[in-house]
């Protein structure tokens, strides 16, 4: 891989180390500590997640105009600022200001880290987005594992750790992502009409497939809000909760090579690995419905991990092959606000859930959600004339 390649990696993974310490725990802290109902949680991630969308949505059209760099520093200042901020004030309001804000700056920094990997390493194909997948959930078995310890001891020292990694996320950026070069060339005018009609073609493929990714994170969001809740009511500890991250990550580091080995074997295209990975997400939460102790949720998470190492690293793909020249940073804003989208719904739809009816009904609708994920996903390419750019690209 490139030298610019591992330095978003190692960017990627300090950047989600920093957040893991925070992000599991806030349904807990919100519900535990401020005393708040799951719905008020729920909608309070709601804003974090919106935040996050226009961010997102932001940060992938100045990648276009501006370039990676100064895109991934104005999203990084915007965040630490906020994160300060929180450190000093956790209470409530001031709490859900400041997140909303974090929510924001970093919805700016991820279509630009996405973007840069898929540029500097165009023959990679799908491992240059893998790479800062891991690299991702590398930071959240770490960050989780130590946050379910600090918090037992201090949340306060939760907000400080935060802030910390962030800093050394700066200290990475300033130094190491400004003389990376990234290929923004734009069509040639004579072209523009051709492209015009195939751009309208794969955007509206990618919002097809995108509808189903969306869905998908509005269930798999749960483990975070509603289904975190709801192990400190059967009284499994934030140190076993914040283990059952630590072992998803753990996985998903570990099982790459495995995993690489059963797609060639397989000779999939990306659309298969999608489906695939709803269908295990599907038993996954089979399993966590009828769980009533932490190994059932143990087995339930290795589960989950599984199908989400089939879908996760394949969308961003699938949309980097779609988009044009010059609008690779608009696309993956795309499908980075698609995932904040269902972060943003998935708590306060699961948290309205369990509050009117039960768990039981949660997990009903949630298995319901991805069915409609495996009929979006099997038709969103029917329109493409190439179908090459999204198939057989597992290399």
């Given amino acids: ?27 807990i802290y919100i519900h535990d500590h401020l005393g708040k109902s799951l719905s008020v949680a729920g909608i309070v991630l709601m804003l974090n997640a919106g935040a996050n969308v226009i961010g997102n949505l932001y940060g992938g059209h100045l990648f276009d105009k501006i370039g990676g760099y100064k895109s991934i520093l104005l999203g990084i200042f915007i965040s630490l600022a906020a994160l300060i901020g929180l450190t000093f004030w956790h209470g409530w309001p001031e709490y859900v200001v400041f997140l909303t ?21 165009k023959e990679g194909g799908r491992k240059s987005f893998n790479a800062l997948y891991v690299a991702q959930n590398l930071g959240v078995a770490v960050g989780a594992a130590l946050g379910g310890l600090v918090a037992d001891y201090s949340f306060q020292l939760i907000f ?19 003389n990376i070069l990234v290929d923004s060339e734009k069509p040639e005018n004579n072209a523009k009409a051709e492209k015009g009609i195939k751009s309208k073609a794969n955007l509206q493929a990618l919002m097809i497939l995108c509808l189903g990714y969306l869905l ?8 975070t809000t509603t289904i975190a809740s709801y192990t400190q009511e059967i009284n499994i500890t934030l140190t076993q909760y914040s283990f059952l991250w630590t072992i998803n990550g753990a996985i998903i580091v570990l099982g790459q090579p495995l ?30 419905g009828n769980a009533s102790a932490f190994s059932g ?3 339930a998470m290795i589960i989950l991990t599984i199908g989400e190492m089939f879908i996760w690293p394949a969308v961003p793909t699938v949309a980097f092959s779609l988009a044009p020249k010059g609008r690779e940073g608009f696309y993956q804003g795309i499908v980075n606000s698609t995932a904040t989208g269902g972060r943003m719904i998935g708590p306060l739809l699961g948290g309205m859930l369990v509050d009117l009816y039960s768990m039981s009904a949660l997990f009903t609708v949630l298995i319901g959600l991805f069915l409609i994920a495996i009929v979006t996903t099997l038709l969103y390419d029917r329109n493409l004339r190439v179908s090459g750019t999204v198939r057989g690209q597992i290399q």
């Fill in 1 to 27: 891989m490139p030298r610019a390649l591992w330095l978003l990696i190692i960017g990627m993974a300090v950047n989600v180390i920093g957040s893991s310490f925070l992000w599991p725990l806030n349904t």
């Fill in 101 to 121: 804000i974090v929510g924001f700056g970093t919805g700016i920094i991820f279509p630009s880290m996405y973007a840069m990997a898929g540029s500097v390493w």
């Fill in 160 to 178: 400080l750790a935060n802030m910390v990694m962030y800093v050394i996320f700066l200290l990475i950026a300033v130094f190491g992502y400004k």
């Fill in 216 to 223: 998908c994170w509005v269930a798999y969001v749960q483990w």
């Fill in 259 to 288: 995993l690489n080995g059963v797609l060639k074997f397989l000779s999939s295209s990306l659309k298969l690995q999608i489906l695939i990975g709803i269908g295990i997400f599907i038993i996954s939460f089979i399993v966590a």
């Fill in 297 to 299: 949720f143990l087995v």
